[in-house]
């Protein structure tokens, strides 16, 4: 058994409790409450620390494990066993600074999960997508002077499909591999070269019904890559239930995003990484650099729209694990950072980052809030990240990791 003491911010929004305990017993949550009613439990390891927050075990939204580039001719030379290891580099980072679950968003990652189960690996909780379903010529057909044929051949976190069977196969495919959902690509993207940021849409209604119609057959939803606003409107017409990035939201967006229930994962830090990068180094990948200028203003814009009208925000840093670009995975807290330049409180970001997130997961009985009979993922914090989200910026503040009852990581 394991008792945390400090402030406890339960992942649902509301005051913290200013001198409140958390009971631990196995790998669930027991108790939550003030000190002054905790039992007594004379046989429980007790954790505290100066200044301790207590809260939920951080959920990453859009995970890419194992990409190691931001530099899309690199994708080509990369191989499964190199993607696997930078996957794990890339779980470990996250899990220091607090992450005990990922939403992958396009990589093979679901494949350790195997390994995971076998007692091998000691990793956040990973859900995913398994590979990303493009288009010919769509942002997962990433690196566009390939020949086609070299293209559907080389090692890619991306099956590209074209037709309803070909959509398809590819869903079944990635749910053969334990897929949790479906991530389509319905428009262009920053990070692949050929396509484009201005309007237009990747897919047919027909091709994206049958994503839908494939995810929906196994309990689950489609996500899309969606940036300009004809590919995020079709995709929202046509049943898919989550936008990532979601540059160009406009009014018909907003109104399909609330009457449909959909989601926004934004992924502010990919694209304010991309802008720091390119103020220093402004002389190279010049269509990476077009693309982020294109777009960085619109991006705000298209939020406070979406905050505005309450759509819940899923909170995703969209990183590549490339430190020389400023996107690996000892960053990804930055996102919560750039949630608060974009209006949003530390509260609320908190909120986003755990309880918001397991809904993302199909996980919201069991993750990301502190209550009783759900899973013990657990951060004990020195600092008030609900006060100065900043406190999570640093590592070194998340003093104690919880993950399934077990200490993963322990600086007290
Ligand atoms: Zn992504």
């Keep these: 058994m394991i008792v945390l003491k400090g402030r406890v911010v339960d992942g649902n929004g509301g005051p913290p409790i200013p001198d409140g305990a958390v009971v631990l017993e196995g790998n669930k949550i027991k108790l939550v409450c003030r000190q002054s009613e905790l039992p007594p439990y004379p046989n429980a390891q007790v954790y505290t620390a100066e200044n301790a927050t207590i809260l939920p075990g951080l959920i990453e939204a859009h995970t890419h494990m194992g990409w190691g580039s931001a530099v899309a001719v690199d994708w080509v030379s990369i191989t499964p066993q190199l993607s696997m290891a930078r996957a794990l580099r890339d779980l470990s980072q996250l899990r220091e600074q607090g992450y005990t679950a990922i939403r992958d968003l396009g990589s093979d990652v679901i494949l350790l999960r195997p390994a995971v189960a076998e007692g091998l690996l000691d990793v956040p909780r990973i859900f995913g997508a398994g590979k990303i379903i493009t288009q010919i010529g769509g942002h997962g057909d990433a690196y566009q002077r390939l020949t086609l044929e070299a293209s559907l051949h080389t090692y890619s976190p991306a099956i590209i499909a074209n037709g309803v069977d070909e959509v398809r196969r590819a869903c079944r495919i990635n749910m053969r591999n334990g897929a949790d959902l479906i991530k389509i690509m319905t428009t262009g993207g920053v990070f692949s070269q050929g396509d484009r ?50 540059f160009y939201l406009d009014e018909r967006c907003i109104e399909l995003m609330v009457k449909n229930g959909c989601y926004l994962v934004p992924t502010l830090a990919i694209m304010h990484a991309s802008k720091c990068y390119f103020e220093k180094k402004p002389d190279v990948l010049p269509y990476l650099r077009e693309k982020t200028q294109q777009s960085y203003e619109a991006h705000y814009r298209s939020l406070e729209l979406a905050r505005k009208a309450h759509i819940p925000v ?13 996107c690996s995975y000892q960053d990804a807290t930055l996102e919560l950072e750039r949630l608060e330049t974009a209006g949003f409180t530390p509260m609320e970001i908190l909120t986003m980052a755990t309880r918001v997130n397991s809904r993302l997961l199909q996980m919201e009985d069991q993750l990301g809030t502190l209550e009783p009979g759900k899973l013990a993922d657990v951060l004990l914090v020195s600092g008030h990240p609900d006060e100065h989200i900043s406190v999570l910026r640093n590592a070194d503040n998340v003093k104690l990791v919880i993950q399934d009852g077990r200490v993963v990581k322990n600086l007290l």
Excluded at 320 to 325: H, Q, T
């Design 314 to 326: 899923g909170v995703g840093c969209d990183f590549l694990g490339d430190e020389s670009f400023g």
């Design 197 to 246: 940021a201005t309007p237009h849409s990747h897919f047919s209604q027909e091709e994206i019904r049958a994503a839908v119609e494939e995810a929906e057959n196994m309990g689950s939803y489609v996500t899309t890559h969606a940036q300009a606003n004809r590919g995020i409107l079709l995709a929202l017409q046509n049943g898919v239930k989550c936008i990532e990035h979601g």
